[in-house]
């Protein structure tokens, strides 16, 4: 096996999974996915075997110990975020974060949380505004090829894979940092989080489901190695 999975292991065995700093809950030996609540009317909870296939494929694949694959969700307002070192957004149509949602969100970054936003088509401008609310002062910057994300396990030389085809554009992958750590990671024309789900959903051809899982265990990988 890899050492970076050996690595990601004994984190995990020694509680020090994703969380540097207070805030994060620490104490959960296995990784789990949540996805994001939120109000605006986007179909937030589209999709929900895609999260359970990513971690059954994490299971098969890697040495990551992998709380039961399901599908698990959390609300902002909730004390419960804080228990999700690695959060999920996606969907379709319209995000509204309130201000407090918002300071909530930044929070849950800035101590050690990690969000994950997949566009499904359709909440780009949405997301790009909201986005802006939770971090004001910084911008969505397009990762490099050579950005670590890409090479965590797999290797993707030229950055993301496209896994589903609507307006002929590249994909692209935009992050912003907090205390020098990657905390938002944003996916943009490709829709990685379609291509776990159950294939009746999305008719994606079995080399596609598997980029989209591959892509998915660097993003996991990245996050709990840094």
């Known amino acids: 096996m890899k050492t970076a999975f050996f690595l990601t292991i004994l984190f995990f065995l020694s509680g020090n999974a994703v969380c540097q700093t207070d ?7 296995s990784f789990k996915i949540a996805r994001l609540k939120y109000s605006g009317g986007g179909d937030w909870y589209n999709d929900p075997s895609a999260e359970i296939n990513m971690m059954d494929y994490l299971k098969k694949n890697t040495l990551i110990e992998v709380d039961e694959p399901a599908f698990y969700s959390v609300d ?15 969907g379709h149509g319209n995000i509204e974060f309130s201000q407090t ?3 909530r969100l930044r929070k849950y970054c800035e101590s050690g949380g990690f969000l994950y936003a997949d566009d499904d088509y359709g909440m780009n401008e949405s997301f790009r505004r909201e986005i802006k609310k939770v971090f004001p002062g910084e911008e969505l910057k397009e990762l490099p090829f050579n950005h670590k994300i890409y090479n965590s ?5 030229n950055g993301l894979p496209k896994i589903h085809e609507h307006d002929a554009k ?6 912003i940092y907090a205390n020098n750590r990657l905390c938002v990671y944003y996916t943009y024309e490709t829709n990685i989080s379609d291509g776990w789900a159950n294939t ?16 998915g265990t660097n993003i996991i990988v990245y996050v709990l190695m840094n």
């Open 23 to 29: 805030g994060i809950n620490k104490n959960s030996s």
């Open 76 to 90: 902002i307002s909730s004390d419960d975020i804080f228990n999700y070192p690695f959060i999920l957004i996606t």
């Open 101 to 103: 949602e918002a300071a």
């Open 153 to 157: 396990q797999y290797s993707f030389p």
């Open 170 to 175: 590249p994909p692209q992958g935009f992050g």
């Open 200 to 215: 009746k959903e999305h008719q994606d051809p079995p080399e596609k489901k598997e980029e989209a899982f591959k892509m």
